[in-house]
């Protein structure tokens, strides 16, 4: 089945520690995205990547860094500089052919930094 | 820059009845696409419904349809014949009418649906 995973479901770590999180997909899709969603705050843009090798800044871009080596994955590092990193960490990919323009999203984790 | 917003922070309805949940969005493009996702408790999210601004036809899917106000930059949201399978967050979302471009999302309408 064609899809994206996301793991771990949740993590926990302790603060000043830096967490990579996963993102694979296998839908051959190009672009990949990142969210962050918080309570009442809806989902805000951390980075995207629309071609391997290329990323860009989201609005909120501080604390995190990434990397699209491969076309399936698009891994999130949050840093220990990253004010404020509890929160649920959403992917997404989508392709330009796909004339409905749908993102699909993968089940999410949960980070909680203590 | 866009923004998207939602108004109603919360919603209730009772089964089989109809709801209808606003959205309005400020942007500077003639061309743009306009998205509700739904969130159900397992935090999924699924697209529900998807408009583009250059068709006047609202766009419908089963229970859903939309009201697309282009000139009042306004996107709500109509679910009829309201299930408890409907009990979710609804996100609006705008985005560019260019391919693989990021999602601009309002904050959301936590929605129950009441037997």
């Known amino acids: 089945d064609g899809g994206i995973t996301q793991s771990p479901k949740y993590l926990f770590r302790k603060e000043g520690q830096n967490v990579t999180l996963s993102c694979e997909q296998n839908l051959n899709h190009d672009a990949m995205y990142w969210y962050r969603q918080d309570p009442g705050q809806g989902l805000r843009l951390i980075y995207y990547s629309q071609i391997v090798n290329d990323f860009q800044k989201g609005d909120i871009a501080e604390g995190y860094s990434v990397s699209r080596e491969k076309k399936e994955s698009f891994p999130l590092t949050v840093t220990s500089a990253q004010k404020n990193p509890t929160a649920f960490y959403l992917c997404a990919s989508s392709t330009g052919t796909n004339l409905r323009h749908e993102q699909y999203f993968g089940p999410g984790t949960r980070l909680t930094v203590t | 820059a866009q923004t998207v917003t939602q108004s109603q922070p919360e919603m209730s309805v009772q089964e089989a009845e109809t709801v209808t949940l606003s959205c309005t969005y400020d942007t500077s493009e003639n061309n743009y696409y306009l998205f509700w996702y739904k969130q159900p408790p397992s935090r999924q999210m699924i697209l529900v419904i998807r408009?583009?601004?250059?068709?006047?036809q609202n766009a419908t899917e089963n229970r859903f349809s939309v009201n697309f106000q282009k000139a009042a930059k306004s996107f709500s949201l109509k679910i009829s014949d309201s299930q408890l399978g409907d009990t979710a967050m609804y996100f609006c979302?705008?985005?560019?009418?260019?391919?693989?471009?990021?999602?601009?999302f309002g904050k959301g309408t936590r929605l129950s649906v009441i037997a």
């Open positions: 408009q583009e601004a250059y068709k006047q």
């Open positions: 979302a705008f985005m560019k009418p260019f391919g693989n471009t990021p999602l601009v």
